[in-house]
């Protein structure tokens, strides 16, 4: 089983910084990617920024260049760090691991139970 628990959530003025964090524990196999997503209310959840073990970052565009997503692979644990947050990032955030075992092997996605944040003045 693996648990994923995210930390680094609250509530901030525009303009401020905010750097979240996911630690993965239980099984987890070198062929994985992780990443955060974000719901906010009355809206469907979205992918924030996605970090394979080993390949291209990815961001959405609306958090391209104030976000950056990073791991550490010793630790099993990845980071959000939020730069110029708006208004409109108010939302929960959810860490999210999707691995396999292996080649040709099925993949298993989990879920940590989100963080708040809040951007307002």
Known sequence: QVQLVESGGGLVQPGDTLRLSCAASGTIFTMNTMSWYRQAPGKERELVASIPNRGRTNYADSVKDRFTISRDNAKNTV??????????????????????????MRFDRYWGQGTQVTVSP
């Open 79 to 104: 980071y959000l760090q939020m730069n110029s947050l708006k208004p409109d990032d108010t939302a929960v955030y959810y860490c999210h691991l999707e691995q396999t075992p292996g080649p040709f």
